[in-house]
């Protein structure tokens, strides 16, 4: 990965990641995603869905903090996130997928347009970027979690082919 492309990464990151703005990321950050999900999906953090996410949530957090906060001082900034960036996108994945079987509130594997806008703002992505082409039309628990990691991962159509995810 180019230097230049790591930077613009590591900035989108931060920034859908830094909810309270204070220019690193803390466990608040991630409860706060948490947090806003449950609340946009209409799910209670005791449910079955909520206690998952937060279990997904947990360990992101652990591993993240533990490849990028070299200093352990609990805040991972600028610089400890470009260091540890390529540990990023594993540690992420769980997470995301995760929020979107939350989303899926009713638990029938499709997310409706409207669903899946609520997790687009949960995870701080921003929905008028057009980066949200599928309309209102339903999409599966699994279309929506690689579409997830894509907007999350790269706000900008921006050399998608270098974002594999593995798995899908
Ligand atoms: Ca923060
Ligand atoms: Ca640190
Ligand atoms: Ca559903």
């Not at 279990?55 to 610089?79: H, L, M, P, Q, Y």
């Amino acid at each position: 990965m180019d230097r230049e492309f790591l930077q613009r990464k590591v900035s989108a990151w931060l920034e859908s990641l830094d909810h309270d703005g204070d220019g690193v990321i803390t466990q608040t950050d991630i409860d706060t995603v948490d947090d806003r999900a449950l609340k946009a999906f209409g799910l209670v953090a005791t449910s079955t869905q909520g206690k998952a996410l937060k279990a997904a949530s947990e360990k992101f957090w652990k591993d993240v903090a533990g490849a990028a906060d070299t200093d352990r001082d609990g805040r991972i900034n600028r610089e400890e996130f470009s260091q540890a960036a390529d540990s990023f996108t594993p540690a992420v994945q769980p997470w995301i997928e995760a929020l979107v079987v939350a989303a899926d509130s009713d638990g029938d594997g499709q997310l409706t347009g409207e669903e899946y806008k609520a997790l687009m703002v949960a995870l701080g992505t921003n929905v008028d970027g057009g980066s949200i082409s599928t309309g209102l039309s339903p999409l599966s628990v699994e279309e929506a979690q690689r579409s997830a990691l894509e907007a999350f991962a790269d706000n900008q159509p921006y050399s998608p082919a270098t974002w594999t995810f593995g798995k899908f």
